[in-house]
């Protein structure tokens, strides 16, 4: 008994000494692996590493509606919020924001879809006006200051109704912070979006209709 008892003490004493033995002719050829000398691998199996390391895929649309929405809050952040101090006139404050939107829009927001999208133009069907040259700033610029009209009318609407609601009138129950204001400037631009996708189909089969057979 006493001799089995010392040969099972024995064996994890070279089980951990096998474990922790080191090959190094495998690590050698690690770190000196080239493209070289390395075997060649198949696109597939690249897709199968690549769609593991990209974690939690999302639909194109949801991508859209996060970048919209987290753009125009960072602009309310650092206008709204950051000038709105300096600046008394509300109208002025707008304004500058609205520009600065515009601004934002054509050459951060547009080129982020076009940086993530495969093939180069799929994004733009995201955009109400995609990037053009010189042509696309002041437009983006001018529908910046229709979304601003359109979203202070929407807190103008939601606090008319709320004050009703509560019989407050003469108090904003609904105060301008960056989270809602981009979730409503988000909204007003898919909601712009998709009339112009709509208006395009019925103008495409309008001509395809009006064509002879």
């Known amino acids: 008994m006493a001799k089995k008892k010392q040969e099972l003490r024995k064996e994890p004493e070279k089980s951990a000494a096998e474990y922790y033995k080191l090959n190094t002719r495998a690590v050698d050829d690690l770190v000196n692996a080239t493209e070289e ?56 404050l707008l304004a500058v924001t609205a520009a600065a939107f515009g601004f934002v829009t054509d050459l951060v927001t547009n080129n982020i879809f076009r940086f993530i999208a495969k093939p180069e133009n799929a994004n ?22 229709v979304l601003m009209f359109c979203v202070v009318q929407t807190y103008r609407v939601v606090n008319i ?36 996708r709509l208006f395009k189909r019925i103008l495409a089969d309008a001509k395809s209709s009006a064509r002879p057979s």
């Open 161 to 196: 109704v709320a004050a009703a609601m509560t019989h407050t009138e003469g108090t904003a129950a609904l105060g301008v912070e960056p989270l809602l204001f981009g979730l409503f400037v988000m909204g007003w631009d898919m909601l712009f979006i998709g009339a112009k």
């Open 124 to 145: 733009d069907r995201w955009m109400m006006i995609p990037p053009k040259k010189f042509v696309s700033l002041p437009l983006n610029v001018l529908y910046a200051f």
């Open 37 to 92: 000398n390395s075997p060649p691998v198949s696109r597939q199996e690249l897709r199968k590493y690549q769609s593991a390391a990209s974690g939690i895929k999302m639909a194109g649309w949801a991508k859209a509606v996060l970048i919209k929405a987290w753009m125009a809050g960072i602009v309310c952040y650092f206008f709204i919020w950051g000038i709105g101090l300096y600046v008394a006139d509300q109208l002025d």
